[in-house]
């Protein structure tokens, strides 16, 4: 496993697309760091993009690259080497790759610009989802290269599950509280809230930032929740499973798929 990665992730590192990845986060922070002055405010800007720009590029591009290796791939299986270690090489390589890119993009500019910021503001909870949200969808999209054989439908598939644990995921969940607003659902927003990783690094990031005023009753049941070790607890068994079962599957797929 450990050759795989690391010629994979040499490989990915000399990328272009990885190149291009670091220097529109590197620029978008420098940018908005010089334009507010406020790391905290950065923070929730930046928070914007990453919800949904990170797990859109880590499916599209954990996908395009394992397509491209696929030939490549099947001469290592000929070779006397476990599918797990190669699919495992790879999965490491590209969540690695991308994460590093991502957070020397948002650590560089505030440490040149504020690094007294950097600790304090939540920018640490940031470069965490930001890794976190990384695996987890890497880990999805090397589920659905081993799921799907056509490229077009598994991109098709890729781009639905990100629309819709971005989007529509939101979007369902206030039709429910609309239609049972005459019934407590506390508990059930914050389980519907750990069952999406995009909502939860959302959320966590919102509350370290102390911005769950904003939210209203439901920041306030959150707030309660999260603010107790048994949230805490909860929250990282939450972001624990969304990396472990990815990962799980991954190595099952591979196990028996038949190449």
Same mark, same amino acid.
């Given at each position: 496993?450990?050759?795989?990665?690391?010629?994979?992730?040499?490989?990915?590192?000399?990328?272009?697309?990885?190149?291009?990845?670091?220097?529109?986060?590197?620029?978008?922070?420098? !940018?908005?760091? +010089?334009?507010?002055?406020?790391?905290?405010?950065?923070?929730?800007?930046?928070?914007?993009?990453?919800?949904?720009?990170?797990?859109?590029?880590?499916?599209?591009?954990?996908?395009?690259?394992?397509?491209?290796?696929?030939?490549?791939?099947?001469?290592?299986?000929?070779?006397?080497?476990?599918?797990?270690?190669?699919?495992?090489?790879?999965?490491?390589?590209?969540?690695?790759?991308?994460?590093?890119?991502?957070?020397? =993009?948002?650590?560089?500019?505030?440490?040149?610009?504020?690094?007294? !910021?950097?600790?304090?503001?939540?920018?640490?909870?940031?470069?965490?989802?930001?890794?976190?949200?990384?695996?987890?969808?890497?880990?999805?999209?090397?589920?659905?290269?081993?799921?799907?054989?056509?490229?077009?439908?598994?991109? !098709?598939?890729?781009?639905?599950?990100?629309?819709?644990?971005?989007?529509?995921?939101? =979007?369902?969940?206030?039709?429910?509280?609309?239609?049972?607003?005459? +019934?407590?659902?506390?508990?059930?927003?914050?389980?519907?809230?750990?069952?999406?990783?995009?909502?939860?690094?959302?959320?966590?990031?919102?509350?370290?930032?102390?911005?769950?005023?904003?939210?209203?009753?439901?920041?306030?049941?959150?707030?309660?929740?999260?603010?107790?070790?048994?949230?805490?607890?909860?929250?990282?068994?939450?972001?624990?499973?969304?990396?472990?079962?990815?990962?799980?599957?991954?190595?099952?797929?591979?196990?028996?798929?038949?190449?």
């Amino acid at each position: 496993m450990l050759k795989v990665f690391k010629y994979s992730f040499l490989d990915l590192m000399r990328n272009r697309w990885t190149l291009g990845y670091f220097l529109f986060f590197a620029f978008s922070t420098f !940018g908005l760091l +010089y334009l507010s002055g406020d790391s905290s405010k950065v923070v929730i800007s930046t928070m914007n993009i990453i919800i949904l720009l990170v797990p859109l590029v880590s499916l599209i591009y954990g996908q395009m690259y394992l397509y491209q290796v696929r030939d490549y791939v099947e001469i290592l299986l000929a070779q006397p080497i476990s599918r797990q270690a190669i699919f495992g090489g790879y999965y490491l390589a590209l969540a690695s790759a991308l994460s590093i890119s991502l957070l020397l =993009g948002l650590c560089i500019p505030i440490l040149i610009v504020q690094p007294e !910021g950097f600790v304090a503001n939540g920018w640490l909870s940031l470069l965490a989802i930001s890794a976190i949200l990384t695996f987890v969808f890497i880990g999805i999209a090397c589920n659905l290269v081993l799921r799907f054989d056509n490229r077009l439908k598994g991109f !098709g598939v890729g781009l639905f599950v990100w629309l819709f644990l971005a989007i529509i995921y939101d =979007g369902l969940i206030l039709v429910v509280m609309l239609l049972f607003e005459n +019934y407590p659902l506390e508990n059930a927003s914050l389980i519907l809230t750990l069952l999406n990783p995009i909502d939860a690094g959302r959320v966590l990031l919102i509350f370290q930032l102390d911005y769950s005023a904003l939210m209203g009753f439901t920041g306030a049941v959150f707030a309660k929740f999260f603010g107790t070790l048994v949230g805490s607890v909860v929250l990282t068994f939450g972001f624990g499973m969304w990396l472990f079962i990815p990962l799980m599957q991954l190595m099952r797929k591979a196990k028996r798929k038949d190449f």
